[in-house]
T-cell receptor, first 111, second 112 residues
Framework: KNEVEQSPQNLTAQEGEFITINCSYSVGISALHWLQQHPGGGIVSLFMLSSGKKKHGRLIATINIQEKHSSLHITASHPRDSAVYICAVRSGGGSQGNLIFGKGTKLSVKP | GAVVSQHPSWVICKSGTSVKIECRSL??????MFWYRQFPKQSLMLMATSNEGSKATYEQGVEKDKFLINHASLTLSTLTVTSAHPEDSSFYIC????????FGPGTRLTVL
């Protein structure tokens, strides 16, 4: 069993739909990252969470430390949101800790 | 925000040659940089942790003599794939640490 599990693996949505991507992990963590990987491969860091909830534009990320679960929500989805969304947890302390990555969720938003 | 660049963005080489990939933090100093590898449809896997002025720490299963890492300054780390083989073809991504990790755009290596 992977230490970081994401669901779903693939997601197709119509433009405007509300999207949720889930991440569960089995290790102790100091932080959780949500990353966006574009088709060309480049990675953008969307959020880093250690508790609670963060919002940036149409993106919302939540984490429940007790349940070892995080969700990434996209409101009013748009075709430009199409990308692979990766959950990564930082085990170990400090800012230098190793990241463990999920396999990613491939999102395709149709116009 | 913090920017990390990689060069080259893609490279094609013959089997047996060596390839150097550069990772630069453009507007901040990073004492630690990380090198990841991603095979198609797989998650990123950490290869090594590069600390400025000291030897890199390699993950289990990563050959340090094959993947040479040099972190000579606070803004530059290099990964050299020595005697590359087709199985080394992959997407190599670096990140630099400043409170959080900032990722480079990646380098796609194809070994013929």
């Amino acid at each position: 069993k992977n230490e970081v599990e994401q669901s779903p693996q693939n997601l197709t949505a119509q433009e405007g739909e509300f999207i949720t991507i889930n991440c569960s992990y089995s290790v102790g963590i100091s932080a959780l990252h949500w990353l966006q990987q574009h088709p060309g491969g480049g990675i953008v860091s969307l959020f880093m969470l250690s508790s609670g909830k963060k919002k940036h534009g149409r993106l919302i990320a939540t984490i429940n430390i007790q349940e070892k679960h995080s969700s990434l929500h996209i409101t009013a989805s748009h075709p430009r949101d199409s990308a692979v969304y990766i959950c990564a947890v930082r085990s170990g302390g400090g800012s230098q800790g190793n990241l463990i990555f999920g396999k990613g969720t491939k999102l395709s938003v149709k116009p | 925000g913090a920017v990390v660049s990689q060069h080259p963005s893609w490279v094609i080489c013959k089997s047996g040659t060596s390839v150097k990939i550069e990772c630069r933090s453009l507007d901040f100093q990073a004492t630690t940089m990380f090198w990841y590898r991603q095979f198609p449809k797989q998650s990123l896997m950490l290869m090594a942790t590069s600390n400025e002025g000291s030897k890199a720490t390699y993950e289990q299963g990563v050959e340090k003599d094959k993947f040479l890492i040099n972190h000579a300054s606070l803004t530059l780390s290099t990964l050299t794939v020595t005697s590359a083989h087709p199985e080394d073809s992959s997407f190599y991504i670096c990140s630099a640490s400043l409170n959080t990790q900032y990722f480079g755009p990646g380098t796609r290596l194809t070994v013929l």
